[in-house]
């Protein structure tokens, strides 16, 4: 099956700071999805994005598909950031979300 | 929309019980997908629906394992007989097929401990 692999796999911040997480993936996708894990375990989607680039808010993120990463940017990062972020893909298209899920980037952002 | 609710959120069993998971996805979603996700790993897929029918079932889902969705509406996921291996986070998500860009949105969680 497909491979997704995200690094780093641990990151610590100062409040303020930027980020990039990445995600690097074995076959070509046609679903793509950035999740946050909060500390309590709850996930909440951040993007759906096969290709192209997306911003929302602080974050934004980039799938160059013809070279199977993504890439998720955290700007100006707050203590609420704190978190893992998961990429997930799949790999069929029939529009479902049977999704390949990476193991995560554990973040801390520190006040 | 309400956002998808898993009942219960905790369930502490013997092994060898059995155990049964609620979910309720967004009220017009038609798909619906369990995953399971143990302490630091990310969540693998177990099975979905669309509407009423399981269109897909993981490997990972034993025959100890099974999976309903009468009407289209909420899910059951039942464990019988269940293992210490079984212990996990049974995650809830729903989707709307071509809406919205196919996100998927996941439930709070069901934390199984089997003991």
């Known amino acids: 099956g497909i491979q997704v692999e995200q690094s780093p796999p641990d990151l610590i911040l100062q409040e303020g700071a930027n980020s990039t997480l990445r995600c690097n993936f074995s076959?070509?996708?046609?679903?793509l999805q950035w999740f946050h894990q909060n500390p309590w375990g709850q996930l909440i989607n951040l993007f759906y994005?096969?290709?192209g680039t997306k911003q929302n808010g602080r974050l934004s993120a980039t799938t160059v598909a013809t070279e199977r990463y993504s890439l998720l940017y955290i700007s100006s990062s707050q203590t609420t950031d704190s978190g893992v972020y998961f990429c997930?893909?799949?790999?069929?298209?029939?529009?479902?979300?049977?999704?390949?899920f990476g193991g995560g980037t554990r973040l801390m952002v520190k006040p | 929309d309400t956002g998808v609710s898993q009942n219960p959120r905790h369930k502490i069993t013997k092994r060898g019980q059995n155990v049964t998971f609620r979910c309720d996805p967004i009220?017009?979603?038609?798909?619906l997908y369990w995953y399971r996700q143990t302490l630091g790993q990310g969540p693998e897929f177990l099975t979905y629906?669309?509407?009423?029918?399981?269109?897909?079932k993981s490997r990972l889902l034993s025959d100890r394992f099974s999976a309903e969705r009468p009407k289209g509406s909420f899910s059951t996921l039942e464990i019988q007989r269940t293992e210490q291996g079984d212990s996990a986070m049974y995650l809830c998500?729903?989707?709307?097929?071509?809406?919205?860009?196919?996100?998927?949105?996941f439930g709070e969680g069901s934390w199984l401990t089997v003991v």
């Open positions: 629906f669309q509407n009423e029918a399981q269109l897909e």
């Open positions: 076959d070509s996708v046609n679903n």
């Open positions: 998500a729903s989707s709307l097929r071509w809406r919205d860009g196919n996100t998927i949105y």
């Open positions: 009220s017009e979603h038609n798909r």
């Open positions: 994005i096969p290709s």
């Open positions: 997930a893909v799949d790999t069929q298209d029939n529009a479902g979300n049977m999704l390949t």
